[in-house]
């Protein structure tokens, strides 16, 4: 596992964008796996612009979403669709065919023989919940956890609420499972903000730990985690 500790919440964002940039212009077929919330909002936002200036080619890309909302309708504005067509898809004119969303209405084995069949993915984005979670993870998740529908926590419902406003927040999702997350080639995770800071110090210190299933991604073998420095605040590293 690679730390990266960051001067501010700008320089960590720069660091994730640059190495997605970087992969994406040695390797224009990249499969880069896509991660929501708040904490990716500034990264979309700055990899579209970084991509614009350096003329960097995605008409080769593929983009697999990491998870989905059930009973909402694909397009409803707090979908995941919705977040990465508006923040990715649209900004970059990328075509929807270079998009593989998990089917909501199907089983989630069918997406994870869409990923074998595409070769895997090369780098995985991730942000992490206050509880752990990764995709929609919820502590108790299974290492060995494939796509499948997940019952989202209250503490997760409660921190995506404000995304729905007064309508109902979906009680359940797809995501793709620990296993799945684990067989992309590098995985890449941001930590920004002061609401983080106990959950990465719970990750540092424990290893392979259901309650908190952002630990199982520590034995993989390319594994960096970028910190900015308040949710590196309650940490100490002997460097
Ligand atoms: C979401 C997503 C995760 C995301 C996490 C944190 O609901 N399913 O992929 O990493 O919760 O979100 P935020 O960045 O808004 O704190």
Redesign the pocket.
Same mark, same amino acid.
Request: hydrophobic fraction near 40%; charged fraction near 10%; charge should be positive.
């Given at each position: 596992m690679r730390i990266i500790l960051s001067k501010s919440t700008e320089d960590a964002v720069d660091t994730v964008t640059t190495i997605v940039l970087d992969k994406l212009t040695s390797h224009p077929s990249l499969v880069l796996g896509l991660?929501? *919330?708040?904490?990716?909002e500034p990264v979309y936002e700055e990899l579209v612009s970084k991509i614009n200036k350096n003329s960097v080619k995605t008409d080769e890309a593929f983009f697999f979403m /990491?998870?989905e909302y059930i009973g909402i309708d694909e397009n409803h504005p707090s979908s995941?669709k919705s977040y990465i067509k508006k923040r990715l898809m649209l900004p970059l004119n990328l075509l929807e065919s270079q998009f593989a969303f998990p089917p909501t209405n199907l089983a989630g084995e069918v997406y994870e023989e869409l990923i074998k069949q595409i070769g895997g993915i090369d780098l995985q984005l /991730? *942000?992490?919940?206050?509880n752990g979670?990764? *995709?929609?993870n919820e502590p108790g998740s299974s290492i060995h956890s494939r796509t499948r529908i997940v019952d989202l926590t209250d503490e997760?419902k409660n921190?995506?609420q404000s995304h729905f406003g007064q309508e109902k927040m979906p009680n359940k999702?797809l995501?793709m499972g620990i296993a799945s997350i684990m067989d992309g080639k590098e995985l890449l995770m941001l930590v920004? *903000?002061k609401?983080?800071a106990n959950t990465v110090k719970y990750l540092l210190n424990h290893h392979d730990d259901e309650s908190c299933p952002a630990t199982f991604l520590k034995s993989h073998p390319h594994f960096t985690l970028v910190l900015d420095p308040e949710a590196a605040s309650k940490i100490s590293l002997n460097i």
């Open positions: 991660a929501t *919330g708040r904490t990716m /990491l998870d995941f /991730l *942000g992490i919940g206050v979670h990764i *995709g929609f997760t921190a995506n999702a995501s920004t *903000g609401s983080k």
